[in-house]
């Protein structure tokens, strides 16, 4: 993950983590297309946790890090 060093209006400084350059195109899109996580993953080289803000390139990582975290994918 790459950082970025940006300075305030009052003068301070501060570094600010910047996501890497990975397609995002929402899941649920017009087209109707409907990927599976793998899938997601597969076509657009990683999938976005709002949870701890990363990039999981594997379903593998990005189940259990739902998991760990008692969060579900709704998918009835």
């Known amino acids: 993950m790459r950082s970025r060093l940006i300075i305030k209006e009052d003068g301070s400084k501060e570094w600010v983590k910047i996501m890497p350059d990975i397609k995002t195109k929402p899941i649920n899109n017009v087209q109707?297309?409907?990927?599976?996580?793998?899938?997601?993953?597969?076509k657009y080289g990683g999938i976005y946790s709002n949870v701890d803000n990363?990039?999981?390139?594997?379903?593998?990582?990005?189940?259990?890090?739902l998991?760990?975290?008692d969060c579900i994918i709704k998918d009835w």
């Open 32 to 42: 109707g297309e409907d990927l599976t996580v793998g899938g997601y993953i597969d």
């Open 54 to 65: 990363k990039i999981y390139t594997s379903k593998s990582s990005y189940m259990e890090h």
């Open 67 to 69: 998991k760990a975290n």
